[in-house]
């Protein structure tokens, strides 16, 4: 399989990879297709995502999408991370090969979840966004 030297980076050396203690927000996805899982963990401060972690479990495609997706979330804002999209994952990674394309999906979904999750801890504080 022919790996972008990015992707390669980010299997070998993850950032932002673990738990996170007391996240404001939460998301999951995965893929049916192959058994990808990934959980994203946000804070956020003044509407502002200041620190992303994720786990995941699966291939190096999906440890790579996971990992550049919290380099791409941190120092965003809630609107921003919001519009993030497979095809920036995929150009942060200078591609991936085309049976690979679902693990930026399950990143992508993740984070919507994620968003979704601190939306709905808000609004029941009566803190709309």
Known sequence: MNYSQKVLEH???PRNSGEMEN???VG???SEKCG??????LNIK????????????????????????????QGKTIEQAMQLTESDIVQ???????????CPAVAE????SALSDYQ???AKKGKLL
């Open 109 to 112: 979904q993740a984070v919507k």
């Open 23 to 25: 996240p404001d927000a």
């Open 28 to 30: 999951v996805s995965g």
């Open 120 to 122: 709905a801890k808000h």
């Open 46 to 73: 003044n509407n502002i995502i200041s620190e992303a972690k994720f786990q995941t479990f699966g291939c190096c495609a999906a440890i790579a999408t996971s990992s550049v997706t919290t380099e791409l979330l």
């Open 11 to 13: 299997f070998v050396n």
């Open 36 to 41: 990808d899982i990934t959980r994203i963990y």
């Open 92 to 102: 942060a990674l200078d591609g991936l090969p085309p049976d690979k394309m679902h």
